[in-house]
């Protein structure tokens, strides 16, 4: 499976889909697919060839569902180009990840697109313009400036909150929900409607 770059190119997965996911509703079963893809490859990366730490889902979208295809083994820096927005804002707002590390992660990322003559989705280059300056004269910068009028994709559609995840013969909708108590507390209500039907919990959440 080794050379699997156009997965920087694949869709993100949509905002109302970031709490449904495999993961959550099944955890014991997608770990078993985690296993059987790492096994099946090897516990190679199936982007770079390195050694696989991790597992990304991948989907099949076709508005408004997106519907679980499966897994593939990646290693942590893969990884977490594929998700480069979440690494700028671990940085930015959580200080877990190290500047030297998002810098190391998207330089890695650019020169395999480059190798590959892929172009990374339209989430991934905006988040590449926010780390790299217009001053910082190497291949990411000219990587930009080649790239960064490709079309934007349909953020309308990304951002729409419509869309459902279609897994197992199922079909999910929803997301946390975060409601103000009278005593100033939050409560967190993580709200799913499978198959038209509500499934929910909450608990309280620290002011």
Same mark, same amino acid.
């Given at each position: ?106 330089? #890695?990322?650019?020169?395999?697109? %480059? ?5 990374? !989705? +339209? @989430? ?63 409560? #967190?209500?993580?709200?799913?409607? %499978? ?5 929910? !919990? +909450? @608990?309280?959440?620290?002011?």
């Amino acid at each position: 499976m080794e050379g699997y770059v156009s997965l920087f190119a694949s869709q993100p997965i949509p905002k109302d889909l970031y709490s449904i996911n495999p993961r959550l509703i099944e955890p014991s079963w997608w770990h078993g697919q985690r296993q059987w893809a790492m096994d099946n490859n090897k516990n190679l990366c199936g982007v770079c060839g390195a050694k696989a730490k991790e597992g990304h889902e991948t989907y099949i979208y076709d508005f408004p569902f997106a519907v679980y295809a499966g897994v593939v083994p990646v290693c942590k820096d893969c990884h977490a180009f594929v998700h480069l927005n979440l690494q700028y804002q671990a940085w930015l707002r959580l200080n877990t990840v190290s500047y030297e590390d998002l810098l190391r992660v998207s330089r #890695r990322g650019v020169r395999m697109c %480059i190798d590959h003559n892929v172009v990374p !989705n +339209s @989430k991934i280059l905006h988040t590449l313009t926010r780390i790299w300056s217009p001053r910082m004269e190497d291949e990411v910068t000219k990587f930009l400036t080649d790239n960064t009028d490709q079309p934007p994709g349909l953020p309308w559609l990304y951002n729409s909150p419509n869309w459902r995840l279609y897994f197992h013969d199922n079909v999910y909708q929803g997301g946390l929900i975060r409601t103000r108590k009278r005593d100033g507390t939050f409560a #967190r209500k993580f709200e799913i409607t %499978i198959n038209g039907f509500t499934d929910s !919990n +909450s @608990k309280g959440d620290s002011k």
